[in-house]
């Protein structure tokens, strides 16, 4: 039997186990460095949240080889960067929710987290942040809990309540503060080698496990968007990190890039002519397990990366 044929298969019954598994709008909002500590899972994030995986172990030591420690340096400038868009994204997305503008709200949801996801390992570091921006509603009850913040109460503002009224404005203010937060942080948080190896891999895997579900954005179904992010980051990393593995292990350069070809090669079909992802509700089961596949095959090869760079 052809490896890709099981593996498309094996694919669709991870899809199937992980799916069969998974009025008021609450009280006051949480005031600021008030951040809920739910559900803290395996390394960063809540137990459902956004969870990049990363583990403050993963964030530590270093190397002496200079091509590996030019590319840290220049994934720094890259995660440096993208804070900034991040901050210019999410405050358009929260202006439009301040200014009762419903249809530019929800078509700036998915934009606004572009950058989150392409950096979410590295973010996901500082915990407070992650969990208060990007956790899901299940560490939390139901969505009237107040301590359930960020994107996805925003989410289910505008998706689920069709509506930028009740207490949106002011979680769209602590999203503002939140992202403010990360950006005062992030220029003085470590990054150790092995966390951006690690950190690409744990990018794939986090939407080959968990987000190809469509679990994550449940209310609006803009999942495509956060799989797109997600591999462009990982492709920061293996760009930035380019001269040192082909040194070290050229092979498997080889394969990851042809790995990242193959998933954007899968989201292809999906995207939409003025740019975006199509609902992921158009996708059958069988589309999720084909994409799948390809993002379990290239979390595999990531995974070889600290190794072969002999950062563990």
């Not at 991870?14 to 949480?30: L, N, Q």
């Not at 570091?125 to 009850?141: K, N, P, S, W």
């Not at 109460?153 to 002011?170: D, M």
């Not at 203010?173 to 003085?188: K, N, R, S, T």
Request: hydrophobic fraction near 40%; charge should be negative; glycine fraction near 10%.
């Amino acid at each position: 039997m052809p490896r890709r044929f099981v593996t498309t298969l094996l694919a669709a019954v991870v899809i199937a186990a992980v799916t069969s598994c998974g009025g008021d709008d609450g009280d006051d909002v949480r005031t600021e460095g008030s951040t809920s500590q739910s559900g803290s899972g395996n390394g960063s994030g809540s137990g459902s949240g956004s969870g990049s995986g990363l583990s403050e172990e993963d964030n530590t030591g270093t190397s002496d080889d200079p091509d590996i420690l030019a590319g840290v340096a220049a994934y720094r400038e890259y995660v440096l960067g993208e804070v900034t868009a991040l901050q210019a994204d999410t405050t358009a997305f929260t202006d439009a929710v301040r200014g009762g503008d419903l249809a530019t709200a929800q078509g700036l949801y998915a934009p606004s987290r572009v950058s989150w996801e392409r950096i979410e390992p590295i973010a996901g570091l500082i915990e407070d942040i992650d969990v208060a921006v990007d956790a899901r509603v299940d560490d939390f009850g139901d969505e009237t809990n107040p301590e359930f913040t960020g994107w996805h109460k925003l989410e289910w503002f505008l998706f689920e309540r069709q509506t930028t009224g009740g207490r949106a404005a002011e979680y769209a203010d602590q999203l503002d503060a939140d992202i403010a937060d990360l950006a005062a942080q992030i220029p003085q948080l470590e990054i150790a080698p092995s966390a951006v190896a690690i950190g690409a891999q744990e990018l794939v895997e986090e939407v080959s496990r968990g987000k190809i579900t469509g679990e994550e954005d449940r209310y609006s179904h803009t999942d495509l968007w956060d799989f797109a992010a997600n591999i462009e980051g990982a492709q920061a990393v293996i760009d930035s990190l380019e001269v040192a593995l082909e040194k070290f292990d050229a092979d498997l350069l080889a394969e990851v890039r042809a790995g990242i070809d193959e998933v954007f090669a899968g989201l292809e079909p999906y995207t939409l002519p003025d740019g975006g992802y199509v609902s992921y509700l158009e996708l059958t089961e069988d589309d999720k397990a084909v994409l799948q596949a390809s993002l379990a095959e290239l979390s595999e090869n990531l995974a070889e990366v600290p190794a072969a760079l002999e950062l563990s």
